[in-house]
């Protein structure tokens, strides 16, 4: 079975200084992808990056990387400089070639940057 | 362009009172997918379609819960009778879903509908 585990429930960051939100998975499927949401205190999902179970290279969007270790079957989000509006919290998810297109979510780190 | 559209934003009901949250997907989403987030229990899949049909309802935890999606544009999730323990936000999010094995297909999540059920 699917299963997602984010075992840091809270976070502190120095403004400016990066951060690295540790996550793991677990799946049969050799197809799957993985995502990380931030949920701010309004309480929206917004998306931040995906990676590929096939892609060559780690995903970055800005800020943004994701440390992709297949084997160990982990997907750790690095936020570099991070800004005070980081504060949030953060989901990793999963979707794998046999979900139809559901995800799977962990349970979430709360990060907070402190000025 | 208009994201995906959830109402209302909050909710607060009488135990045994019938609730029904809305849900409008993104324009030519094929995917939907009802979530319910708890403090407890973090974010839950409840139901999702494809199509217009329901794919899986594993999720729906009892017979109270029920979902519809008479077309394309359009989903309710309710809940009858309603009881304090279904207190939760719930999420409904869509996805293009050209097809039922594309991994790389994000979801796109509404605001959310904040549920209180005294």
């Known amino acids: 079975a699917q299963k997602i585990t984010q075992t840091q429930p809270g976070m502190f960051v120095q403004e400016k200084e990066a951060v690295t939100l540790d996550c793991t998975y677990d799946?049969?499927?050799?197809?799957?992808?993985l995502f990380w949401y931030k949920q701010p205190s309004s309480g929206e999902m917004i998306f931040l990056i995906y990676?590929?179970?096939?892609?060559?290279q780690n995903a970055t969007e800005g800020r943004y990387s994701l440390n992709f270790q297949k084997a160990r079957k982990s997907a750790n989000l690095v936020i570099s400089a991070s800004q005070l509006g980081d504060s949030a919290m953060y989901f990793c998810?999963?979707?794998?070639?046999?979900?139809?297109?559901?995800?799977?979510f962990g349970k979430g780190t709360k990060l907070s940057v402190k000025p | 362009d208009a994201g995906v559209i959830q109402s209302p934003r909050h909710e607060v009901t009488e135990m045994g009172q019938e609730v029904t949250l809305r849900c409008k997907p993104i324009?030519?989403?094929?995917?939907l997918f009802w979530y319910r987030q708890t403090m407890m229990r973090g974010l839950e899949l409840l139901i999702y379609?494809?199509?217009?049909?329901?794919?899986?309802d594993s999720g729906m935890p009892e017979d109270r819960f029920s979902a519809k999606m008479p077309n394309a544009s359009f989903s309710t999730l309710k809940i009858q009778p309603s009881e304090p323990r279904d207190s939760a936000v719930y999420f409904c999010?869509?996805?293009?879903?050209?097809?039922?094995?594309?991994?790389?297909?994000?979801?796109?999540f509404g605001s959310g509908t904040q549920l209180s059920v005294l």
């Open positions: 998810a999963m979707r794998d070639g046999g979900s139809q297109g559901n995800l799977i």
């Open positions: 799946t049969s499927d050799p197809s799957y992808g």
């Open positions: 324009s030519g989403h094929n995917s």
């Open positions: 999010a869509s996805r293009p879903g050209q097809g039922l094995r594309t991994a790389n297909e994000k979801l796109f």
């Open positions: 990676q590929g179970s096939y892609d060559q």
């Open positions: 379609f494809n199509n217009n049909v329901p794919i899986d």
